[in-house]
């Protein structure tokens, strides 16, 4: 059972545009959700992150927005870069539980940035 | 530093054969994970560890074992291989409930 579900499947943006990303999750006791990004032939690495007491966090041109009530969130990329070429995924946690560091993935986005 | 390191980077398996998958960390993190990576399902935790001499099962633990002998150290073993077990694997570590650093992947095959 996918607990964070992640949209779309793969993403096709013209260098320059806002590249878009969404999650939605069921637990509500989820209270850390962090995007990572994945090179190919590389592990992934944490991007960004945020936590549900705010609604926003940007770092650079990398936004998450954070809908508590819709139990949804997304990654915003502005400026999108061909360099920003790789796979994205959310994720959640429950830093309250004993196996709080636990993560659960979302399927995963291919962004594809065009010169 | 090295970060997380995994051994070996791509390997072969015939039905039913056995290996063992080794993760080593530098950073002193008391937490390890092992996650198996396939298309269109993100990553899923097979099994993890919050200290040494612990382990505990994750999303999906079936046909896999693990230890954790050493503090920088974490091991995943098939005891008999399944095609259904071809995937890229993943280990990963962290301190406590922060940021998980992951190794490179290994790439296994079973046919």
């Known amino acids: 059972q996918q607990q964070v579900k992640q949209s779309p499947q793969s993403l096709i943006v013209q260098k320059g545009g806002i590249s878009i990303i969404n999650c939605a999750y069921e637990?509500?006791?989820?209270?850390?959700f962090p995007w990572y990004q994945q090179f190919p032939g590389k592990g992934p690495a944490l991007l960004i992150a945020?936590?549900?007491?705010?609604s926003e966090k940007k770092e650079g041109r990398f936004t998450i927005s954070f809908n508590k009530s819709a139990k949804q969130f997304s990654l915003h990329i502005m400026d999108s870069q061909p360099g920003d070429s790789a796979t994205y995924f959310c994720?959640?946690?429950?830093?309250?539980?004993?196996?709080?560091?636990?993560?659960?993935f979302g399927e995963g986005t291919q962004l594809t940035v065009n010169p | 530093n090295a970060g997380v390191t995994q051994t070996p980077k791509f390997r072969v398996l015939k039905t039913g054969q056995s290996m063992t998958l080794l993760c080593a960390q530098d950073?002193?993190?008391?937490?390890m994970y092992w996650y198996r990576q396939d298309p269109g399902m993100g990553l899923r935790l097979i099994h993890y560890?919050?200290?040494?001499?612990?382990?505990a099962k994750g999303e999906v633990p079936d046909g896999y074992n693990v230890s954790r002998l050493k503090k920088q150290n974490f091991l995943l073993g098939l005891e008999s291989a399944a095609p259904s077990q071809t995937s890229v694997y993943f280990c990963?570590?962290?301190?406590?409930?922060?940021?998980?650093?992951f190794g490179p992947g290994t790439r296994l095959t079973v046919l």
């Open positions: 990963a570590s962290s301190r406590g409930y922060n940021e998980q650093f």
């Open positions: 637990n509500t006791a989820f209270d850390y």
């Open positions: 945020i936590r549900p007491d705010v």
């Open positions: 994720a959640a946690s429950n830093r309250r539980e004993t196996s709080g560091s636990r993560l659960t």
């Open positions: 950073m002193n993190h008391e937490y």
């Open positions: 560890s919050v200290g040494e001499g612990t382990t």
